[in-house]
C-alpha cells in the first residue's frame, strides 16, 4: 500500500497571488528525459477535440472563457525531468540552461539520489523556493517540487506521498490541478499507484493535468525492441479512462528512456508524458 505521510518529508508551501488555466505545447527531450508543459491550452484542445470545431484558437477559446480569466493563465509551466542524480555536474548545467530558455513556473524534478539541503543554495541562486519536497529513500525515488521565486502564483500543496505530488493553482475562483508523478520501477507498486490516483481524482472538481515518469507505456508505438507488455498497459489504460484521461501530444522527440548495450540502443519507451482530464 502507498504511504501517505514520510518522515522524509520537507514541506514549504508558500501563498503568494496569480493566475491560471492550461496550455499544453508539451515540450520534450528524449535524451534527457525532460518535459516542460505550458499550462493553458489543454482545455481548448480538449475541447476543439470533443466539439469537433473548425473556428480558429483563439476565438473559440474567448467563446469559451472570459478574457479576464484567460490573460494572466496563459505562461504558467512546469519543467518535469527524472534527472538521476540532481548532485551531478552535468544535470546542473543543464538545468541553468532550461531555467534561462524557459524560465518555468514551477520545476517537478525526479530521482534525485540526494538530500534537498545539499542543493538549496544552487536553487536559491537559481530563482526557485521548494514547495514540497519528498526526499529519496536510499538511491530510490524522490520527488522536488520548486517554484520559480518571482512568480506571482498562487499554488497549494494538496496531497502527496512517496510517487506523487499533487497541487493547485488558481486566479480568484478559478483553480487547476497538477499532479507531479514518479512511478515506481516495480509493476506491483505502480498498480497500487493507478487506484490511489483514481481515488484521489473523486476528490478534484475542474481540470486535472498529471506530469511526469510514469514507467509505462500506452500503445505499442510507445515502444521499440523488447516486448510490449499488454496487460500492464491495460491496467495503466483502465486508469486512464476511468479518470477521463487523455495523453497529450509531444513535440520533439519519440521516446523517453532508452537501454544500451555495447554501446547499441537496444530498447526505446516513451515513459514520461502529461495526461489531462477531459471533464
Same mark, same amino acid.
Given at each position: 500500500m502507498l504511504n501517505l505521510t514520510s518522515s522524509n518529508t520537507y514541506t514549504s508551501s508558500t501563498? #503568494?497571488?496569480?493566475?491560471?488555466?492550461?496550455?499544453?505545447?508539451?515540450?520534450?527531450?528524449?535524451?534527457?528525459?525532460?518535459m516542460i508543459v505550458s499550462l493553458t491550452m489543454i482545455l481548448l484542445r480538449k475541447l476543439l477535440i470533443l466539439?469537433?470545431? =473548425?473556428?480558429?484558437?483563439?476565438?473559440?477559446?474567448?467563446?469559451? #472563457?472570459p478574457h479576464s480569466l484567460m490573460e494572466p493563465l496563459l505562461y504558467t509551466t512546469i519543467l518535469s525531468w527524472n534527472i538521476r542524480g540532481a548532485n551531478n555536474s552535468k544535470p546542473k548545467r543543464q538545468l541553468k540552461d532550461m531555467i534561462r530558455k524557459y524560465k518555468p513556473s514551477f520545476l517537478a524534478i $525526479?530521482? =534525485?539520489? #540526494?538530500?534537498?539541503l545539499r542543493l538549496? !543554495?544552487?536553487?536559491?541562486?537559481?530563482? $526557485?523556493n521548494p514547495?514540497?519536497?519528498?526526499?529519496?529513500?536510499?538511491h530510490s525515488g524522490g520527488i522536488w517540487l520548486l517554484?520559480?521565486?518571482?512568480?506571482? !502564483? !498562487?499554488?497549494?500543496? =494538496?496531497?502527496?506521498?512517496?510517487y506523487s505530488i499533487t497541487f493547485t493553482v488558481s486566479l480568484g475562483d478559478a483553480t487547476t490541478t497538477c499532479t507531479c508523478v514518479y512511478a515506481s520501477p516495480n509493476a506491483t507498486m505502480r498498480t497500487y499507484l493507478w487506484t490511489y490516483l483514481s481515488k484521489l481524482n473523486r476528490t478534484i472538481a475542474g481540470p486535472w493535468m498529471l506530469i511526469g515518469d510514469f514507467n509505462e507505456t500506452i500503445i505499442p508505438s510507445d515502444q521499440r525492441g523488447g516486448i510490449f507488455n499488454h496487460t500492464r498497459e491495460a491496467l495503466f489504460s483502465n486508469f486512464m479512462?476511468?479518470?477521463?484521461?487523455?495523453d497529450l501530444a509531444i513535440v520533439s522527440g519519440r521516446f523517453t528512456w532508452h537501454r544500451n548495450h555495447n554501446g547499441l540502443c537496444i530498447i526505446s519507451k516513451k515513459l514520461d508524458r502529461g495526461i489531462a482530464n477531459i471533464n
Open positions: 501563498l #503568494v497571488n496569480d493566475k491560471f488555466f492550461w496550455h499544453p505545447p508539451l515540450m520534450l527531450q528524449c535524451k534527457m528525459i525532460l466539439e469537433k470545431r =473548425t473556428c480558429s484558437p483563439s476565438s473559440f477559446l474567448s467563446s469559451i #472563457v $525526479y530521482e =534525485t539520489l #540526494v538530500p534537498f538549496s !543554495t544552487f536553487w536559491n541562486n537559481n530563482g $526557485y514547495q514540497h519536497i519528498i526526499e529519496a529513500n536510499g517554484k520559480q521565486s518571482a512568480k506571482n !502564483t !498562487t499554488s497549494l500543496i =494538496t496531497d502527496f506521498n512517496q479512462a476511468e479518470c477521463n484521461l487523455i
